[in-house]
């Protein structure tokens, strides 16, 4: 084929490739996920990535449906690509209603689309990973999405995170007592740049959006500005919301969990109410939340979600309030890349065997299959080079270990055993069936942070 | 909202949700696929579901090209939905040359799209489960290919099974020495439906398309009905394919294939050479393989593959021979439900702990997280309702076991533990931090298959 014939190999605007030095951190960070939501009962479902159009369209707001990768397909039907896992998750529970337990306790790891503007630094395609509590209004339910958030960062190997919560209720008994009931869209929108423009140009679009008055927004960016313990702010707030049943029932909410995640053992200083945490999304209507790592707020929350009232209500009469959250993956990788906590290795396998003897192929062939039938992780280099040229590779890839052996090695029945990290190396028996190799292997790798997430 | 406004909540054709139940199942499968190929040194890739249209079009021949999911994006670009992981491999390892490392070894988990007629039974969405050796022309890539082959099914729990390989190059020679050697595309298509439509219709077909005479059809049939052992068959094959370099080659290939396999310990009987196989895609050069359930071989192979000579020969004028295969999830998925092989739990949590008095919520809460501080998966109903309720709850959903704890077991610092498969109860004390409680779980879960796969 001539070159002019050829295609030029690219991806779209806005979509990437993951190379195995980022997919292995990435496949290990969604196999703790899910390791944490199994430890809680959620079970995983999967939804299409295509759903017919009037499933999706006018489900996110304005910008989402501009947003919306459509066409028709080739049955002349109008379809989209999700664009997040929360509408096909409606969808989901009014479709299979009589299947599913109640409470569904679900989660769902996959794909999204959305025709972002990418000089934001956005991707047109990324991975949703939530979770959520379906068919309980429950303070339980709004305890455990907590507790599972907690559980989350600690077992992605984070300490120093705070989980900010807050409940609607607070901002629309608050707005009750102001007579601003019926504005409380515009207000959540505006609080909700709180930290991105600062509470100057949020009094200015409350005055504007809601028509509040001076001493109105006063009171409402209050809510930002309340210190101290968490009891302490509760107090402030009961009296903020006095009169409002919705606020009073808002706070006794707020003290429940904060019990809650007490007696469940999640340290106090790891949840702050915050009371001006708005959540943009119109949907929720009861506890929100979002977690920020203590030592990068500026990337934003890292797992938000909150408590809905009525989530399938598009598509069925019957009500399905629910909780949830959603971890931010590519946040998340992108902290512990800043924070050098990302281990960069380019194999999931510790070990590697050097193949230098075309004659003693069956020999290389039996030692390999005998250490992974220990469980390790091998590779056999599939060509007889020059061994420079191969240890090269193997610490070019990063393998913690190379298995060194050529004619003179099998006839006595040894090997050398090469430590990459530390360049030492000694020679190791191979009968009977490579025990001992496997044990020193074995101890090797345990004595040092593993090379891979496996 | 009003009935007539809602949405009907449905699939579209040719798609499906996955139901925790099936899902589980897939998951855990998926894991199994993942553990067996790091463990041979493959990495993970990922690449995005969307391409530029000129990357996927024409790649997969006609049919392929009907089913492609197409349309103009934002940009007015036309793009696709990939139809295979291969493709996009290509693709990947033309546009990341500079960065791979050779061999470069990837595993590729993820949906493919295609418009396929859905009368035939077939999905417009699936997931493949791709694995290759790029950059080697080595026999040790395909010993190696062929022990994950046995290694999955193994891993997967399946013993009776037989991975059948030919290689390309066999039928080459044979056709080569009978002077049909501009013939094998037709040749091979139509031996590749000897399964489905019977040595007579092969004959029709290939007496047809290739031109081929009654002795000629005579002599490539007899490929298909070869017996005795491997050893017998590729002596066989030796005398058909004299004379032709390409035959020879392949017989000699074939030899150290299955020495090797037999070095790395792969039991002969799992292995059956099968000089009729041809494996539909043109793109193979060099071995081919399927592998075939003892019990159910009509459902067809669950792994497939072999040796292509020239991957990435449309996007780069560098040379990228490899070879690889796909294991089938969803047939795999099918067989173990035939063969009775699928748990099917509703439930990755193996413990229930029922909540019926809600003064003694924050010792529910207590209990459940020093459960899961032990790593054990455990859901906390979410209501203070009727106990029986909580348990006939329990019972459907699929959970092992049953904590049960109101007032006067708190206050006796016990808890009931009821078996709900063996129908048994017991009364196990609660302090200090549930350690009795937790040991006697464990052993219960240890004497039995576990509920869930994790």
Known sequence: MSGSERIQPRTLKGFRDYLPEVMMPREH???????????????PIDTPALEYLEILAGKGGEETDK?????????GRWVGLRFDLTVPLARFVAQHAAQLPVPFKR?????????????????????????????????????????VVYDLML?????????????????????????????QTAVLRALDKLDKIGPGRVAEEITQAAGASAEQVQQILALGEMTGSNEGILNQAEALVVGSSAGQEAVARLREVLAGLEAAGVPGERVRLHLALARGLDYYTGMVFETLLDQLPEIGSVCSGGRYDNLAGLYTSQDWPGVGGSLGLDRLLAAMEALDRLQKVGTPAPVFIAYFDPQRLADYLRLAASLRRAGLGVELYPEPKKL???LKYADRRGFRLAVIAGSEEFAASVCQLKDLCRQSQ????????????IQTIRQILSESPPTNPT
Chains 1, 2 share one sequence.
């Open 29 to 43: 960070l969604m196999e703790i996920a899910r390791q944490v939501y199994r430890r809680y009962g959620f079970s």
């Open 67 to 75: 947003q919306l990768y459509r066409f028709q397909d080739h049955g």
């Open 107 to 147: 989660y769902h790891i996959g794909p999204v689309w959305r025709g972002e503007n990418t000089q934001r630094g956005r991707y047109r395609e990324f991975v949703q990973c939530d979770f959520d509590i379906i068919g309980t209004r429950s303070a339980v339910a709004d305890i455990e999405t907590l507790q």
């Open 155 to 183: 077992a992605l190997g984070f300490q120093q995170f705070t989980i900010r919560v807050n409940h609607r209720g607070i901002l629309s008994g608050l707005l009750e007592r102001l007579g601003l009931a019926d504005r």
């Open 388 to 390: 420079s040229q191969q």
């Open 426 to 437: 000694q020679t190791v028996p191979l009968e009977p069936d490579a025990h001992s190799l």
